[in-house]
Structures are given as C-alpha cells and as structure tokens.
C-alpha cells in the first residue's frame, strides 16, 4: 500500500516538519535504544522501550516524506470501540501501577490483556 493511497483513506495527513522535529525525534531513539540495552531492566521493559525506539524511526521515516499518522484505527464505530477498549485498559494498568507504588513495589507488565 502507497503512502498515498493511506493518505487517500485519511490514515495519515500531510506534514511539515523541521530540522528541530526530526532530531528530537532521532534523540528520543538514540535514547530509548540505550535504555532498552540496560541489562538490568527486565526483558518486558526493555523490549517496551526497544519498541518505542522503532515507533520513533518509523515517525521520523513518515514525517521527513511529508506525512504524519492521522491517528488510531479508522472512523466510526470500530475506532470508538478500539479507542474505548484502549481508555479502559490504559485505566486499569494506571491502577495497577498506583497501587504497585502505593505497596511500595515495582509495577509489573505481563503483556496480557
């Protein structure tokens, strides 16, 4: 699939970006890889952050061909229920990560729904 046709689907919109934007992004990859290299961080964590490097890469990629993602999923009602499903996960591991640092634990991620 083309980068225009995404565009033609409204998955992504045009973008202009700066020399400023493109090496912020590269600083956050530059730094996310080095987190994700931390050996004593756990496997979850460091993929996490090794993941969030590539997101990065592929933003820089998308924004320096003049594009940027138009969001999550696609109008109507599946991206409402996606976004939902989304807010109420994202609620419940706040949760979990309050309640972790309240008990004076680490948090922990199992990667399960």
Known sequence: MSLQSLLAEG???????SAKEIADLLRVVDRDLAD????????????ATAYNAALALATV????????????????RRSRRF??????????ELTTWT???HAGTPPTTTGQG
């Not at 998955?11 to 970006?17: D, W």
């Not at 994700?36 to 993929?47: K, M, Y």
């Not at 976004?83 to 419940?92: E, I, N, P, S, V």
């Open 83 to 92: 976004q939902r499903y989304w807010g109420l996960r994202l609620r419940r």
């Open 61 to 76: 990629v998308l924004h320096a061909a003049g594009y940027r993602s138009a969001g999550l999923g696609t109008t109507g």
């Open 36 to 47: 994700a290299a931390i050996a004593q961080t756990s496997a979850d964590r460091r993929f």
């Open 99 to 101: 309640t972790a640092a």
């Open 11 to 17: 998955k992504l919109r045009r973008h202009r970006t």
